[in-house]
């Protein structure tokens, strides 16, 4: 049947998906399914500061400019992930990643890969995951050296980024916004601070991007979630839903019930997020189970591989799969 990318392109929306250089390289039937599947695909590792910035006035771009030429040969999208990230610093860098210098050694980076991917990739996430209210920092950052003038830098860094490609799309982009837990509600908080004082500052941010790694066993308000993205389209932003997958690590049954159970929950996460026009884009971190971070990450208690992903390891079309496919024609 129909492609996800061709039911969400009719519905307005992007479907794109995670992948890794050296396995679209290597594996014929994640090139295949990737080719069927998306619009857009971004790195899931390789376009991060470490693997790009290896030393100090010594890039590597050869697994993105990969990336990129796939991308273009086949007429999709590369989405750029991610410039700002206190997770993968270059390991030269670590030990002067504090004030005035820290600084610099980012902007310095955001200069080098924007410009080199300069007209070419359209969309960035610019800064990733610099919210952790736990942290007790009032305007709720990290406790990252670089992060000490908190927005003040982080509004440099939309500017800076701005400079460097002024056609590209800017986003803001971040996990564990989408249940109704008290965590979670301070972060949704605090991020929307974050993107007023942004804005404020009269900064260039184009978008937020909501990073949807769905855990079966969390609270999810439909209403709850709905006002977060309406509060954030308040803000003439455009969202994304950036790395959705299904974290199903305690669900029990067998393999038949348990995508099922899954599926439904995409279903209701996407019937809520898609009601909300500002939501053009949908990526999966990842396509096919084959490849699913979750495994190792979040290990099953009966040790089977998580079932995450809208293709099984086959690259057969699981009920995820389905899920996101009426959830697309819905919206
Ligand atoms: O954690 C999941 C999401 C959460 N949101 C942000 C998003 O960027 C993040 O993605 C994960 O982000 C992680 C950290 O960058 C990635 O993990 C990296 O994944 C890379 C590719 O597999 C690993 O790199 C390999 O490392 C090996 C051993 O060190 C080397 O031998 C390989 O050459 C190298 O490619 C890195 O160590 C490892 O840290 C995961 O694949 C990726 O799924």
């Not at 009032?138 to 490609?165: I, K, M, N, Q, T």
């Not at 209701?268 to 909300?276: M, N, P, Q, V, W």
Request: net charge neutral.
């Amino acid at each position: 049947g129909e492609a996800l990318k061709t039911i969400a392109a009719g519905r307005g929306l992007t479907y794109g998906c995670a992948v890794f250089e050296k396995t679209l390289r290597d594996d014929a039937r994640m090139r295949e399914a990737v080719l069927r599947e998306v619009a857009s695909i971004v790195a899931g590792y390789e376009m991060k500061w470490r693997p790009t910035a290896p030393a100090e006035g010594r890039a590597d771009y050869r697994a993105g400019d990969e990336l990129l030429r796939f991308a273009t040969d086949n007429g999709l999208a590369l989405r750029g992930h991610t410039v700002v990230w206190h997770q993968n610093p270059p390991l030269w860098a670590i030990p002067r990643l504090h004030g005035r210098e820290g600084e610099e050694l980012v902007f310095a980076h955001i200069r080098d890969i924007m410009g080199h991917y300069r007209g070419r990739v359209r969309e960035w996430d610019v800064v990733n995951e610099a919210v952790n209210v736990p942290e007790g920092r009032p305007d709720g950052l990290r406790r990252w050296g670089p992060y000490e003038r908190g927005y003040d830098f982080l509004a440099d860094c939309f500017r800076v980024a701005h400079e460097a490609d002024p056609d590209a799309v800017l986003c803001y982009n971040d996990f564990g916004l989408e249940y109704d837990r008290i965590d979670q509600a301070a972060k949704r908080a605090a991020v929307l601070r974050l993107v007023e004082a942004l804005k404020a500052r009269g900064a260039p941010i184009h978008a937020v991007g909501i990073q949807s790694h769905l855990i079966a066993w969390y609270p999810f308000s439909q209403g709850v979630f709905r006002k977060f993205l309406a509060d954030l389209a308040g803000l003439d932003l455009r969202i994304r839903l950036t790395e959705l997958d299904m974290n199903e690590r305690k669900v029990g049954g067998d393999i038949g019930k348990r995508d099922r159970f899954g599926a439904s929950l995409v279903r209701r996460y996407l019937d809520a997020a898609l009601d909300e026009k500002a939501v053009t884009g949908v990526l999966t971190w990842g396509l096919s189970d084959s490849e699913n971070w979750l495994t190792g990450y979040a290990p099953r208690l009966d040790g089977l591989p998580q079932r995450s992903m809208p293709l099984d390891e086959a690259f057969e079309r699981k009920p995820i799969w389905y899920a996101l496919a009426s959830a697309f024609r819905n919206a």
